[in-house]
């Protein structure tokens, strides 16, 4: 299973098309989020998720794993998990899904200096802090930039994407620092999607109505975010992360802010500027950087 293969035309294939169903998911949320709640959407999806990815480990054979020494991790992921989750509806609910792109998928940024601190190994290198010097600028730069947008975005809306990032490094860093390792990497997405629905459908409670304005279109798009995204796409995460290198996956970190910027333009309109564009390439050229070995 741990087997690592030189990264081949199938890998390359399925990765970039992973990026691209994760730029497309940003669309789906932002539309979503016109028929229902966006926090009681993320915990419907969580809820939805859990029972797909039960169903599949029952179907390979899988037994689901509690076991000893791992709840608190488990716990841990899945509120993390919640916070991301919470963080990023809230986004694309109050800014736009290119601002959402540039921010959101500045996670490597923020792994990058955890890791520095936390996980041996990860050290930066002056090619690598050079990275995370134009990303956090263009970040920056995204956040404090506000010319040009109308009512189009908010700030909160952009802080609320930062969160979602910081959020998503966290849930990228407990595997790696406690024993939740030792599980599957379909019980550590069960975990994330069982401690996570509860926590956001109690919180959606203080964010008014569950339905907007609610059409049958809403539902399939729920259906969407449920099958392909949360579980399958999540899946094949996974299963890629199982073949191949780390350091080769992440080398397509970069393609992420890049789609959901050109997601964003081609499926809503949403206006793309030659600032917003100058911000897209300081995150994206220090994503490269960061993910640069010797």
Known sequence: M????????????ALIAIM???????????????????VFAAGLRSAGAVVVIWGWMRL???????????LPAGLLIGLIFAVEFLALFIALDLTT???????????PVWMAVAAHFLLPGERLTPLRSLGLALAFAGVVWAIVDRTGLGGDASLLGDL??????LGWMGVSLVPRLTRIREVTPEMQMFWQLL?????????SFAFGPFLRDFV????????????????????????????????QIAAFAFLSPVFGVVMGWLWLGETVTPALIAKLALVTLGIVLINRRA
Do not use: C, E
């Not at 099958?227 to 199982?242: C, Q």
């Open 60 to 70: 390979r054979g899988q037994r689901l794993d509690f076991r000893p020494g791992t």
């Open 20 to 38: 691209v169903v994760l730029a497309l998911n940003q669309v789906v949320i932002k539309l979503t989020n016109d028929g229902l709640q966006p």
């Open 97 to 107: 899904v290119t601002r959402v792109s540039v921010i959101f998928y500045s996670m």
């Open 216 to 247: 049958p279109v809403t539902a399939w798009m729920m259906l969407f975010q449920i099958v392909v995204v949360a579980s399958g796409t999540f899946l094949a995460w996974f299963w890629l992360l199982s073949r191949y290198k780390a350091s």
């Open 160 to 165: 609320a994407a930062l969160v979602g990032a």
């Open 195 to 203: 401690v996570s629905a509860p926590l956001l459908i109690a919180v």
């Open 2 to 13: 741990n087997h690592r293969d030189d990264m081949d035309r199938f890998g390359t294939a």
